[in-house]
T-cell receptor, first 114, second 113 residues
Framework: DAGITQSPRHKVTETGTPVTLRCHQT?????MYWYRQDPGHGLRLIHY???????DKGEVSDGYSVSRSKTEDFLLTLESATSSQTSVYFC?????????????FGQGTRLTVV | GENVEQHPSTLSVQEGDSAVIKCTYS??????FPWYKQELGKRPQLIID?????GEKKDQRIAVTLNKTAKHFSLHITETQPEDSAVYFC????????????FGPGTRLSVLP
């Protein structure tokens, strides 16, 4: 398996509280992504990063922010969690090169907002 | 932006039969199409991919076909086995460098013994 680790793996939090999820890679890949997975919607991109301090929004970015201060770490923050953000969150990494390559996924984080 | 549709949403087949999952995409600039398999409680993992300069690719019991003119691609699994039961996602690349993937909503495949 690609060297990618998510933490925490499970979290229950209350509405209105801030939450930060961490993605750590040991592959030195350029691209890092945060997706959320919900039934009937597949994997939807929240934010992605194409380098240190370089990030961009995805399809469902409202209510989320990200930061990448080091190549190996990509943080996803929910500033004020809402019940609609209950989901399974996956981080993914991908290398850069002349040919497009596959993305490798972390184990996922199950977040429940009560 | 890119939009990917996937059908069917659920599929049940008898062990040993074939399964076909179909996807369509909207952006003619997409040029990379991966398929991911996700077992229950696990992470999605790549099973096969195809690039736009190829019409078909095979890997043992799985194959993918691509029709760029019609903007659709399909996953074919032959001689299905119980361990093929999972959710399958198709995806299409997007972005100036194809750096992002847009995923279909998934197909839950059940292989019945």
């Amino acid at each position: 398996d690609a060297g990618i680790t998510q933490s925490p793996r499970h979290k229950v939090t209350e509405t209105g509280t801030p939450v930060t999820l961490r993605c750590h890679q040991t592959e030195n890949h350029r691209y890092m992504y945060w997706y959320r997975q919900d039934p009937g919607h597949g994997l939807r991109l929240i934010h992605y990063s194409y380098g240190v301090k370089d990030t961009d929004k995805g399809e469902v970015s409202d209510g989320y922010s990200v930061s990448r201060s080091k190549t190996e770490d990509f943080l996803l923050t929910l500033e004020s969690a809402t019940s609609s953000q209950t989901s399974v969150y996956f981080c993914a990494i991908k290398g850069a090169g002349q040919d497009i390559t596959e993305a490798f996924f972390g184990q996922g984080t199950r977040l429940t907002v009560v | 932006g890119e939009n990917v549709e996937q059908h069917p949403s659920t599929l049940s087949v008898q062990e040993g039969d074939s399964a076909v999952i179909k996807c369509t995409y909207s952006d003619s600039a997409s040029n990379y199409f991966p398929w991911y398999k996700q077992e229950l409680g696990k992470r999605p993992q790549l099973i096969i991919d195809i690039r736009s300069n190829v019409g078909e690719k095979k890997d043992q019991r799985i194959a993918v076909t691509l029709n760029k003119t019609a903007k659709h691609f399909s996953l074919h699994i032959t001689e299905t086995q119980p361990e093929d039961s999972a959710v399958y996602f198709c995806a299409a690349s997007e972005g100036n460098y194809g750096q992002n993937f847009v995923f279909g909503p998934g197909t839950r495949l059940s292989v019945l013994p």
